[in-house]
């Protein structure tokens, strides 16, 4: 593995960056700021920056209702992200599609998605038209071990076997489907040994590690762009929080929390990247504190953001009134 330093460095900041938007929006639900639901991805941050760093800058990013890291991994600007969580017209959505409804086409972000299992046929035909279009694109599908237990999500994951397309399917298992431990749902609890029944090739990893993540990523998207077809990668992780904001997350055992939490992905790094000499205490701190100064300034800008517009209401819609 022969990275460069000042990536890793920047990709340790996006991690914070990660955890910061997440820690925010969670005060910000708090005081009322903002309203609605939330899924936050504080613990999976590994998951999203190493997952991202193993693709080509051109390849499409699919998401599922914890999506918030993808995004910004991918390049999502957090200041929009946030006007978007406030409601406002400057928001990826101009205010109207809230926390599981962003996409930055621009980017190869085509969305996030509110219905468990939901991104898993979409990500899936974006993948068709790029192999159709023989653009050479691979499409990364993010979804959690709860979607392994919709019926369309294997009826995708086949078509995407099946028809070799140039797809990598991530699995974030975080162990629980909101607070359904995985080994109550399934009889055989690892999704990757529970696919490989359709031919597809699957391989589990540790999701707490950055480098590990990467490096799968990087070979079963090298695999899709030769036109060998898809894998499933199944990064083993713990979000350190609850299902969503109201989720106390009484169902799950201290002891366990505390094994995850001593494996907290953002230490890991840290560990990793300092052991390495690839970075040093200050370079890692001016990186925690750009991420933190970003989120600052994504909170003050979604402040200041105007309201939509009341008459913009029938605007964007596919339907007409």
Same mark, same amino acid.
């Given at each position: ?34 309203? &609605?639901? @939330? ?5 999976? /941050? =590994?998951?999203?920056? #190493? !997952?991202?760093?193993? *693709? ?89 071990? &709860?979607? @392994? ?5 294997? /009826? =995708?994951?086949?078509? #995407? !076997?099946?028809?070799? *397309? ?156």
């Amino acid at each position: 593995m022969n990275y460069d330093k000042h990536e890793l460095i920047d990709h340790y900041r996006t991690m914070h960056l990660i955890r910061a938007f997440e820690s925010a929006l969670d005060g910000l639900f708090g005081e009322g700021v903002i309203t &609605g639901t @939330s899924h936050f991805c504080m613990g999976q /941050e =590994a998951c999203a920056v #190493g !997952a991202v760093a193993g *693709l080509a800058p051109e390849d499409l990013v699919a998401s599922n209702h914890r999506g918030h890291g993808h995004f910004l991994a991918k390049g999502g600007d957090p200041r929009v992200m946030m006007a978007e969580l406030f409601g406002k017209a400057t928001g990826y959505s101009k205010g109207r599609g809230g926390s599981q409804h962003m996409a930055d086409f621009s980017i190869g972000f085509i969305g996030s998605n509110g219905i468990t299992g939901g991104m898993t046929p979409i990500a899936t035909g974006a993948a068709l038209s790029q192999k159709l279009l023989e653009t050479g694109k691979v499409v990364l599908c993010f979804f959690g071990d &709860g979607a @392994s237990g919709q019926g369309a999500f294997y /009826e =995708a994951l086949n078509m #995407g !076997a099946t028809w070799d *397309l140039p797809i990598v399917y991530l699995c974030e298992n975080n162990l629980y489907a909101m607070s359904t431990p995985t080994q109550a749902a399934f009889r055989e609890a690892s999704v990757s040994r529970r696919l490989s029944g359709i031919g597809l090739p699957t391989r589990q990893v540790d999701g707490n590690d950055y480098a590990g993540v990467r490096e799968a990523i990087r070979a079963a998207a090298d695999r899709a762009r030769a036109g060998s077809g898809p894998t499933l990668v199944e990064a083993m992780t713990y979000r350190l929080c609850g299902h969503s904001k109201s989720d106390a997350c009484e169902y799950r055992p201290d002891s366990e929390e505390e094994e995850w939490a001593a494996r907290d992905p953002l230490r890991v790094m840290q560990g990793w990247l300092l052991a390495e000499k690839m970075a040093d205490e200050d370079e890692l701190e001016a990186a925690r504190r750009c991420a933190h100064a970003q989120i600052d300034d994504a909170i003050e800008f979604a402040r200041q953001s105007p309201d939509p517009d009341p008459s913009t209401v029938a605007d964007n819609l596919f339907a007409d009134f």
